[in-house]
């Protein structure tokens, strides 16, 4: 089970860390991932670690404002967002892919395991 935590609301240029905490698995054995769903628009991948922390993607759109990590000891993953803006407004989900190989995916069904999300509101 994966547990999401850290959404809020928060003005224009802001900051939020979220957090996805693993219960029942360990997540040292999975690359992560964080995919966001805004009103109307399709799920869309954000940013992905794998297993190892070796590699790392992101979105076009975050890249240079969010930044992935993992602490395997904590078997949790976060998700810090730097200068948010109105369109980073969604739902947050993370996710788990059980590949062994340490490379990120972007597509959603590599995925096995998710999260039941945490809504980020970006309004001044």
């Known amino acids: 089970q994966?547990?999401?935590?850290?959404?809020?609301?928060?003005?224009?240029?802001?900051?939020?860390?979220?957090?996805?905490?693993?219960?029942?698995i360990n997540l040292i054995y999975y690359n992560m991932g964080w995919f966001r769903q805004a009103?109307?628009?399709e799920l869309e991948?954000?940013?992905?670690?794998?297993?190892?922390?070796?590699?790392?993607?992101?979105a076009d759109s975050v890249k240079g404002r969010f930044t992935i990590s993992r602490d395997n000891a904590k078997n949790?993953?976060?998700?810090?967002?730097?200068?948010?803006?109105?369109?980073?407004?969604?739902?947050?989900?993370?996710?788990?892919?059980?590949?062994?190989i340490p490379v990120v995916t972007t597509t959603p069904v590599t995925y096995k395991y998710w999260g039941q999300g945490t809504q980020v509101t970006v309004s001044s």
């Open 2 to 24: 994966l547990v999401e935590s850290g959404g809020g609301s928060v003005q224009p240029g802001g900051s939020l860390r979220l957090s996805c905490k693993a219960s029942g």
């Open 39 to 41: 009103p109307g628009k």
């Open 45 to 58: 991948f954000v940013a992905g670690i794998s297993w190892n922390g070796g590699s790392t993607k992101y």
């Open 76 to 100: 949790t993953v976060y998700l810090q967002m730097n200068s948010l803006k109105p369109e980073d407004t969604a739902v947050y989900y993370c996710a788990a892919d059980p590949r062994v």
